[in-house]
């Protein structure tokens, strides 16, 4: 790809010359009663998805604790077991408390909790279609081709979540979904924003 978004791309860098910032109202988006956001956001998913051959998401890696069976652990149980047995008072009592918390976690077979990574995985229906995985310090870009079986997946994806802010692991979605028309990047997001950046040279549907 000759334009590489990641997470550090933002509205605090964009070009406002080349794109057009789209903010949609988050707290609106969960007003049953108005579903302007809503049809806004599939108004310019429905028109990018004519128009782009490539879709590229972020997914992040969540990590959570689990016990040694695998069960989720809180952070608030963690933090409880670990104050039982360390002296958190004394400033001098060895490492520093950041340091005796990292160990107390860290991914050894007698440690009483352990970091779990979870990814996204895409799809078995649109894993063909794959373009290209370039590396992120953050998490994994997933480039896929814009097939019809993607765009099924984009589509069925709206249905079931149909505001940009529903894009994220926690509803087994990737996030900040972008759109490149031969090369050119055409449309990106900032999904838990509720933030969308189009192109200003393309014809967008008016707001």
């Keep these: 790809m000759s334009i590489t978004v990641g997470n550090a791309m933002s509205y605090d860098n964009y070009d406002p010359e080349r794109f057009i910032l789209e903010e949609l109202d988050i707290k609106a ?3 049953a009663e108005d579903d302007n956001i809503a049809t806004r956001w599939q108004i310019l998913i429905e028109f990018v998805l004519e128009q782009a051959d490539t879709v590229r998401f972020f997914a992040p890696v969540s990590k959570t604790m689990i ?5 989720p652990v809180s952070f608030r149980q963690a933090l409880e077991s670990w104050r039982s047995t360390e002296d958190t008072s004394n400033p001098n009592s060895g490492n520093t408390l950041e340091q005796r918390w990292q160990d107390f976690t860290t991914n050894t077979s007698n440690k009483p909790f352990q970091w779990n990574e979870q990814r996204w995985v895409p799809p078995e229906e649109i894993r ?3 373009k290209d995985i370039p590396n992120d310090s953050e ?3 997933f480039y896929f081709h814009l097939t019809p079986e993607v765009k099924s997946f984009v589509r069925t994806c709206l249905q079931s979540y149909p505001t940009l802010s529903y894009w994220g692991d926690h509803n087994n979605l990737p996030e900040d979904p972008a759109f490149y028309c031969k090369e050119q990047l055409i449309l990106w997001t900032i999904s838990h924003e509720s933030m969308v950046y189009r192109s200003a040279t393309e014809d967008f549907p008016p707001a």
């Excluded at 016990?67 to 069960?71: C, F, L, V």
């Design 67 to 71: 016990n040694p069976d695998g069960d």
């Design 128 to 130: 063909s279609s794959l």
């Design 29 to 31: 988006e969960y007003k």
């Design 139 to 141: 998490g994994t870009l």
